[in-house]
């Protein structure tokens, strides 16, 4: 969002992590002569800002998809590492389906183990230990929650900030409307009078 306000003073707005919020116009005709804007250029600058708005709503939209496609992994890798831990030591094997490439599984059969291996990301595999597996995908899961939660507010922010730059749009039309309406009116008015 590197468009500046169009009264040049930043300083009222707020924003939210990077995000500015949106002012409401209470009063249209001193919002243009503050801001020196005629209504044309506020309609502009309301828009252009409006469109800013959506490139970050789509942008956390992504990232909100992403998260909450994340979870459910980290969950399911939490279970697999329980469960091996829960065997360990009682001699019984464990038959397990794995993906190895998108709608692609093989068979396997897991003898007693200390250990796994996690992908890292990157083409990063690790070798753990059952315990430091554990604590490992419990902290991101912790993490994925947390930032799926600054996620959703974030997007609920931006929903109010759009949501008002949308009525101020309309405000700043409609007033741009009237105004020509009355000038339309007040020559044909003071026409009439002198005849």
Known sequence: M????PSGSGSDL?????????????DVETYLSQSGLDPNSALAFHQERLQQYKVVEMKLLAQQRDLQAKIPDIEKCLEVVATLESRKGTGEALLADFEVSEGIYSRACIEDTDSVCLWLGANVMLEYSCEEASALLKNNLENAKASLEVLVADLQFLRDQVTVTQVTIARVYNWDVHQRRVKQVTPTAIAAADS
């Not at 590197?2 to 306000?5: A, E, G, H, I, W």
């Not at 707020?14 to 209470?26: H, M, N, S, V, Y």
């Open 2 to 5: 590197s468009s500046s306000s």
């Open 14 to 26: 707020t924003e939210r992590r990077g995000i500015p919020a949106a002012k409401f116009i209470q």
